[in-house]
């Protein structure tokens, strides 16, 4: 059979797609996953914003797939939709089946009748609930006995047991396929990027986390034998910058030290590395793991920061592994340290912060952003966001503070939970404000490691940063306001990917690959 695995082009507002474009790890761990004599091909959509539904129909006509397969985040699933749609149209014979975090922790939303709904449901880690839903086809049934799944019978649907997160070991999952792209033009800032793993999970509850919504709380490893071929693959496949996509690397620190020298003594350490991490973690070990992670080639670190305040710490459930400690000690957060040990080393942190919580006044909103101003070097400060199955949902229904159920725009960076100080519009209003200016000052440093690349694309960087502003605006001839109000007009214009194929710009570089290579 024919398969066609999709990812959506809605992009978040911290990754613009003129500078990052990641392919999606999970879609070709599914092509590397089901039985070899099928074809399958895999469309990174993020690789062709402004074109997706004229990619979308070529794809279509030119692979002519049995299944067609859609990973899927909350903010994408009126894009998805969108999608399944236009597929049913062209190919109303083709099987339709979701995956990834959306309809894992909400199926009932694809559960719905034809054309905006699906046939199979793969909930949870896809590779072997969809490797045995391909067979199942191929056989002509057997649904019902697929952990993991959900899938169409006549006019209603059927949800078989979960399937237990898989431990990894002993070779059940088989590597990535990633001839199986079909497009090209993954990059960060230049360099050409890829994604790995070396684990999955985490074991802490934190309130607003997905993750243990969907898998639980658990940490399961690959060997390294593994990994390190995997990064040999991705290389082989032009990759000069890796993201390890782990949820919780650092939960294991002896373990993270460990794959740094692996990677050291493969030579494998002249790609650059980019890893979220805990402040903890970094903090209580940094003297001996920071230098080898630098050794190793890592170069940012995204730090789980959260909060600078211990109040908001404590409703994210975020505060132990934000905790510094010496000698079994807890001194206090553990932030400022992990920055120091991470910044003396030379690497840039990617700091997440999130604000917009419940208690949250002006004042303490502006403490976390002059945080961010002083000691990050990139900020991806988000909004807490009521994704589905997440105890954080919970809470702020029953305070009453969600002011919006439009999914498209639950993409951390739009806020659609007030404080019970401050409106919405208001929280996010402060974030927009500060972050524009604290993103510039990463420019020299974008410009040292990729000079050619900032050269040619720095005007539309900064044009994507400052879009709704004008130089009335920067010359302060006009209302910060009335600049934040365009933003948004172009952020809600942007989340149509389906309206006008051309209405967004592709990089010359996101075209076509040869179409079912084998």
């Not at 890829?194 to 999970?201: H, K, L, N, P």
């Not at 060997?223 to 294991?252: C, K, M, P, S, Y």
């Not at 920061?305 to 459930?317: A, H, K, M, V």
Request: glycine share 8%; aromatic share 6%.
């Amino acid at each position: 059979m024919n398969i066609l695995l999709l990812s959506m082009p809605d992009s978040f507002e911290h990754m613009p797609a003129v500078g990052i474009r990641m392919p999606n790890g999970a879609l070709a761990s599914l092509a590397g996953n089901v039985d070899s004599h099928h074809t399958v091909a895999v469309a990174d959509l993020i690789l062709v914003q402004g074109k997706v539904r004229r990619t979308v129909c070529q794809l279509m006509g030119d692979l002519k797939p049995d299944i067609v397969g859609l990973s899927i985040m909350t903010f994408q699933r009126r894009t998805a939709k969108g999608i399944i749609g236009l597929v049913r149209s062209l190919s109303p014979e083709a099987r339709i089946v979701v995956g990834g975090y959306d309809p894992s922790l909400a199926p009932e939303a694809y559960a719905v009748p034809q054309p905006g709904g699906a046939d199979f449901i793969v909930r949870g880690e896809g590779e072997i609930t969809f490797r045995d839903l391909v067979r199942a086809i191929e056989e002509g049934g057997g649904h019902e006995r697929i952990a993991g799944l959900t899938y169409r019978s006549g006019e209603a649907f059927r949800c078989n047991p979960d399937r237990p997160a898989s431990r990894l070991r002993g070779g059940e999952l088989r590597p990535p396929k990633r001839d199986a792209r079909v497009l090209r033009g993954y990059t960060l800032l230049g360099w050409p990027v890829d994604v790995i793993e070396t684990s999955r999970g985490c074991t802490f509850d934190c309130s607003f986390c997905s993750i243990i919504a969907m898998r639980g709380r658990n940490f399961h490893t690959l060997d390294f034998e593994r990994v390190l071929d995997d990064i040999r693959d991705a290389r082989a496949h032009g990759a000069r910058a890796l993201f390890i996509v782990d949820d919780n690397i650092t939960l294991d620190v002896g373990r993270f030290e460990a794959l740094c020298r692996a990677l050291i003594e493969a030579k494998l350490n002249t790609i650059r590395y980019l890893v979220q991490g805990m402040t903890s973690s970094i903090a209580n070990h940094g003297e001996t793991l920071a230098p080898l992670m630098r050794q190793a080639g890592f170069r940012y670190v995204f730090l789980g920061i959260e909060n600078i305040l211990e109040d908001d710490l404590q409703f994210l459930r975020a505060s132990s592994k934000n905790r510094e400690r010496r000698n079994g000690v807890v001194m206090g957060n553990a932030t400022l340290t992990a920055i120091d040990h991470l910044h003396r080393n030379k690497m840039y942190v990617v700091g997440g912060l999130i604000v917009g919580n419940p208690g949250d006044t002006r004042e303490s909103i502006e403490a976390n952003l002059e945080f961010a101003r002083q000691h990050v070097d990139w900020p991806y400060i988000q909004h807490p966001t009521p994704y589905p199955g997440t105890p954080m949902t919970a809470d702020f229904r029953d305070r009453g503070l969600i002011v919006s159920e439009r999914l498209e725009e639950y993409d951390g960076t739009t806020a659609v939970v007030r404080s019970e100080h401050l409106s919405a519009e208001e929280i996010e209003f402060q974030r927009w404000r500060a972050e524009r200016w604290i993103k510039v000052r990463h420019m020299p440093a974008a410009f040292r490691q990729s000079p050619l690349f900032v050269l040619r694309h720095g005007h539309r960087m900064m044009s994507h940063t400052f879009r709704g502003s004008t130089l009335k605006t920067i010359l302060g001839l006009e209302s910060e306001r009335a600049a934040f109000e365009r933003y948004r007009a172009i952020r809600r214009a942007e989340r149509n990917c389906l309206d006008d194929e051309d209405s967004g710009e592709a990089s010359p570089r996101s075209r076509p690959a040869k179409a079912l290579s084998g």
